[in-house]
């Protein structure tokens, strides 16, 4: 280890900052957010770094760098492009005891400045020993999207619970595990959702009864996205990393599920046509059940929950049972799939609007208003269509939408084997019997598939030749 990492406490102490440049101007940023008072010195000085001193109540001195400039302060940083006043600062901070960083000059460095990560109070240094900062700051980038923002609540919130834990604990261990249940449980979840009373009430509840044998877990019903694992959500990554049990459906991709917990337990409950692992009812009562057992339980669904995904029946019952939730959204396929695709699902010049159809309604019916749905300078995007695409061509063309309208199948979208198929309204049935596209598939009617040929970027995107 080359340098030791160390948290200075700058909280009104008197800093010395030299320079007045945009670099400058980076550090004087840092050290008042720190609550440095910062004494600048330089003969030249922008603007902004003049005004953000001065506010933070530091002190500016238009002027070279003299030794004098050195008392009373408690750290030196010299931000300049002068080699021999950089030198000459080190020199003269190494003979006063004061530590000292020249910036990107490791040698003249007694202390570094790494890229951090703010989740005050947490907060994290990464530092390369000043050897790749540009792989240090990717790292913290890293870093950003795994901590929420509000991880800086949480941390407040536990502060000021910290004496009664002690209180109701009488050994390190048991507030150790006491506080590891909290933070990995829906304490840490109403704050990160920014319902922080409702997760301070929570947190005094289970501090109450914390040697009760049974605790209530909870269920987060999270939308897995269209297949490709890039296009989950940070939160939706976050809570699947952590769930005791994962339940999950057909649409779900491995690659999206191997990002799941590796020790959770992981049940299927995925409904294909003609094959439902689990009714309905049965899936509702696993969610009950597992949450009752006090278990983190995620109900990771293909696409957005609430686009064609059952999620709100679900929801019913687990309010019904008195069992808490959340929902996390997920792109839903015709977004992410048209995109890939390269069809825009609006266009000034050919769409004003676009309706998202279940193919497929309940009890195996598809009784949909065509008259409604033929209307022009629109997009249609059917879900669940593919095995009735005859059925609804031939409605739509009855309710007096062109032959010609240009479709497109958007078979498996996002994913690496994603296939397109386009042709005509009054075609595209006999297409898709010759090409047996297979499910999951998006069926998009509209003037903007024309576009596909001209925007497609992603997968077997060549469009199958009219008869």
């Not at 947190?203 to 269209?226: I, K, M, N, R, S």
């Not at 629109?378 to 739509?396: C, D, N, P, R």
């Not at 309208?405 to 994603?418: H, L, N, Y």
Request: net charge neutral.
């Amino acid at each position: 280890m080359e340098y030791l990492p160390l948290f200075f406490d700058l909280q009104g102490q008197p800093v010395l900052l030299i320079g007045g440049g945009d670099i400058a101007l980076r550090k004087a940023r840092l050290l008042t957010r720190a609550g440095a008072r910062v004494r600048l010195v330089s003969p030249e000085i922008l603007p902004e770094v003049e005004q953000l001193v001065v506010e933070a109540a530091g002190e500016i001195i238009e002027a070279r760098y003299r030794d004098e400039h050195l008392n009373g302060v408690r750290l030196v940083v010299a931000a300049t492009d002068d080699d021999e006043v950089n030198q000459q600062v080190h020199t003269d901070a190494v003979a006063a005891g004061i530590p000292v960083n020249v910036v990107d000059n490791p040698p003249l460095c007694t202390f570094i400045f790494p890229a951090i990560v703010d989740r005050s109070p947490i907060v994290i240094g990464i530092s390369s020993a000043g050897k790749a900062p540009v792989l240090a700051r990717n790292l913290r980038a890293k870093l950003e999207t795994l901590i929420p923002p509000r991880y800086a609540e949480l941390a407040s919130l536990v502060g000021r619970f910290r004496s009664a834990a002690k209180l109701k604990f009488d050994s390190v261990n048991k507030r150790r595990n006491f506080w590891e249940r909290v933070l990995g449980g829906s304490v840490a979840e109403r704050v990160f959702a920014g319902q922080t009373r409702e997760a301070e009430e929570l947190l005094l509840q289970q501090l109450h009864t914390a040697d009760a044998d049974h605790q209530v877990g909870e269920v987060y019903l999270v939308g897995a996205g269209p297949g490709d694992p890039e296009l989950l959500t940070f939160k939706a990554l976050r809570l699947m990393q952590q769930a005791d049990v994962v339940m999950y459906d057909a649409l779900v991709s491995a690659e999206v599920l191997d990002l799941c917990r590796r020790d959770a337990d992981l049940i299927y409950v995925g409904k294909q046509r003609d094959n439902h692992a689990v009714p309905q009812q049965g899936i509702n009562d696993l969610l009950v059940q597992h949450a009752k057992a006090g278990k983190r339980v995620v109900r990771l669904k293909g696409g957005d929950p609430f686009i064609f995904g059952r999620g709100g029946e679900e929801l019913q019952q687990l309010k019904a049972a008195g069992v808490p939730f959340q929902v996390v959204p997920g792109i839903t396929a015709a977004s992410a799939c048209s995109t890939y695709a390269g069809i825009p699902l609006t266009h000034r010049e050919y769409s004003q609007s676009v309706k998202f159809i279940t193919g497929q309604l309940k009890n195996r019916t598809s009784d949909l208003d065509f008259d409604e749905l033929a209307g022009s300078r629109q997009t249609l995007v059917f879900y669940m269509g593919l095995h009735t695409i005859e059925k609804l061509s031939k409605g739509l063309i009855v309710a007096g939408k062109a032959k010609d309208t240009p479709v497109a199948i958007v078979s498996r979208g996002t994913r690496p084997d994603q296939q397109v198929l386009t042709g005509r309204l009054d075609q595209i049935a006999q297409l898709q019997q010759k090409a047996q596209l297979p499910a999951p598939a998006l069926i998009i009617v509209g003037e903007v598939v024309e576009l596909h040929q001209t925007l497609a970027w992603f997968g077997d995107n060549e469009p199958a030749p009219l008869p």
